[in-house]
C-alpha cells in the first residue's frame, strides 16, 4: 500500500472512531493482556466496513443473530448492531479488552438499530453457542484446536437446530477446517487490504454458508 493510500485508509478509521466516539483501534499482543497461548495470538481489529462490504443489508432480517468470537474492543459488534439483526454477541477473553467494549457500547447504544448486545467475557472454549446464531464473524482470533471445536459446535448447534449459517472470516488462517467439514461452501472473498496475496490467508476476507439439502 502507498504511503498516501496507508494514510487515507488511517484518517477514514480515525473518522469513525470519531463519528462513535468509539476507540477500538490498537495492536496489542495478547501476552501485554497476560492472556498470551498456544492457538492466540495478539488483539487487531477489522476494519470498519468490513461487514458493510461482505454481508448486504437485505440478507439481515429480524430472526437473524450475530456472533463476533474473540470480539476485542467491540468494533464489530459496534457494525453489526447497524443491522437490523434480533440480537449482537461478542465473546472475547480478555477482561480489559472486554471492559473497553463494554464502554463503547454504552456510549452508542442509543444511535444503534439492535439494542440487544450481549457482550460476555470469557473463553469461547466455555461458551455454549445459542441456537439461534445465524451469522458468525471470526477476525483470525485463534488457530488449532480451539477454532475446530469452535466449528464442530456451530455445526452441532445447526443439527439441534436446522437454519443456514454464514460464517464471514477475516483473515481466513483455518480455513481448511471449515471446509474439511464438508458443510460449508465459500461463497464469497473480496481483499480488504492491498497487500492479499494469493497462497497467504492474510488481506482476504471470506464468506461461508452452510450447503442445502
Ligand atoms: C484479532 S482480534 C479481533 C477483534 C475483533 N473481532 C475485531 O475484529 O475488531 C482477536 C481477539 O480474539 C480474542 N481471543 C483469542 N482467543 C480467545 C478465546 N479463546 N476466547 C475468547 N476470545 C479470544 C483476543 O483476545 C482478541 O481480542
Redesign the pocket.
Known sequence: MSPLSRLRRAVGQLLFERRYGVR?AEL?E?GE?G?D?E????????SWR?LRRTLPRRSVGERDVFI??????????LEAARYPFRKVI?????DR?HEIARQNVARTRQRLRCRDIDLVR??????PVPDDVTVV??????QGA?FTTVIERLLESVDRNPRPLKIIY??PVEEAAILGTGRFDRVRTIAHARQARAGSPFGWTRVYTTKLG
Do not use: C, H, K
Open positions: 477500538t496489542i495478547l493482556l492472556i497461548g492457538n492466540r495470538g495478539y488483539y487487531v481489529p477489522a468490513t463476533d468470537f474473540g470480539s476485542g474492543m467491540g468494533r464489530m459488534v461478542g465473546v472475547e477473553l480478555s479488552l470469557g473463553d469461547v472454549l466455555e461458551y464473524f471470526f477476525n483470525n482470533p485463534f480451539v477475516y483473515n
